[in-house]
């Protein structure tokens, strides 16, 4: 069984990314980062791209192509407060889907990973 199925599928990953997306809505930081004023298409690809990952439909390649995370990133400054936002929202957003305590950390750790890789300015600027 893959990890997305021992979650819940989609429905887990669309109640994940909606929370998130929830937080990022009201956060003074991180809204404005976004290029469109609608954040509904923008939480639709980071659902797609994280079914992906986690080993569901590979809906996001097909309509992105090759992921890379970081380079996509790139118009954007990430530096330590964008990335410890992020992952406050994304927190809140795991928490919330009051998964066993096992998957909980995996996802969790990961998350924690990718935001610490995706920063792209050094941390005292
Ligand atoms: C896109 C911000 C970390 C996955 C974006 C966009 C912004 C953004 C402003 C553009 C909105 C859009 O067009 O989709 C940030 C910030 C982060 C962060 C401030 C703080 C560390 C992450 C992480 C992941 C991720 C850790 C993956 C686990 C994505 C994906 C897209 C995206 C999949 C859409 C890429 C595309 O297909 O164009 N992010 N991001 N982001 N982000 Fe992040």
């Not at 997305?4 to 809505?25: N, P």
């Not at 090759?66 to 410890?84: S, Y």
Request: hydrophobic share 40%.
């Amino acid at each position: 069984m893959t990890f997305y199925d021992a979650v819940g599928g989609e429905e887990t990953f669309v109640r994940l990314v909606r929370r998130f997306y929830e937080g990022v809505a009201d956060d003074p930081v991180l809204r404005p980062m976004y290029p469109e004023e609608d954040l509904g298409p923008a939480e639709e690809r980071l659902r797609l791209f994280l079914i992906q990952y986690w080993g569901g439909p590979r809906t996001y390649n097909e309509l992105r192509g090759h992921p890379r995370l970081r380079m996509r990133h790139f118009p954007f400054r990430i530096g330590a407060a964008e990335r410890d936002r992020w992952l406050a929202h994304m927190r809140a957003a795991v928490d919330s889907l009051g998964l066993p305590a096992e998957l909980e950390t995996r996802l969790w750790e990961y998350m924690v990973y990718a935001a610490h890789s995706m920063v792209n300015v050094p941390e005292d600027e």
